[in-house]
């Protein structure tokens, strides 16, 4: 469960956000009525089919990454640590990088790659 708050944290308080402006305007004196129950239903249904949505894909990414990575694939990761240099970082299971608990590490960079922002080359 922690793994989807830390996956779909912001777009859950984006969500949040939107329900309460949702309320906002639906309590407007030019709504009609019934206009707030149908407003939160109607959005809380889409927010949290687009949010599973969103989860699914990128759990089944992260298998695929994790997988290919086991199989000898190249994967690239983004590269926010330098700005100048490549957006992206190149990844194999050639003894310098290892894959634990969803992060790519190398002794040789500073931070850990996050395995959801990495796809398969």
């Known amino acids: 469960m922690s793994e989807f708050f830390k996956l779909e944290g912001a777009?859950?308080?984006?969500?949040?956000?939107?329900?309460?402006?949702t309320v906002f305007v639906a309590?407007?004196?030019f709504m009609?009525?019934?206009a707030l129950k149908k407003g939160i239903i109607w959005v809380s249904l889409f927010l949290a089919?687009?949010?599973?949505?969103?989860?699914y894909i990128t759990k089944s990414r992260m298998l695929e990454v994790a997988t290919a990575y086991k199989n000898g694939k190249e994967i690239?990761?983004?590269n926010r640590i330098y700005?100048?240099?490549?957006?992206?970082?190149?990844?194999?299971?050639?003894g310098?990088?290892?894959?634990?608990?969803?992060y790519f590490m190398?002794?040789?960079?500073?931070?850990?790659f996050f395995i959801a922002r990495c796809i398969v080359k």
């Open 32 to 34: 009609g009525k019934g």
């Open 49 to 55: 089919l687009a949010i599973a949505l969103h989860f």
């Open 106 to 112: 190398s002794p040789n960079y500073t931070r850990d």
């Open 11 to 21: 777009y859950l308080f984006f969500a949040f956000v939107i329900l309460v402006v």
């Open 27 to 29: 309590t407007r004196p």
């Open 83 to 94: 700005r100048k240099g490549a957006n992206f970082i190149n990844i194999k299971d050639n």
């Open 76 to 78: 690239l990761c983004e």
């Open 96 to 102: 310098e990088w290892s894959l634990k608990n969803d």
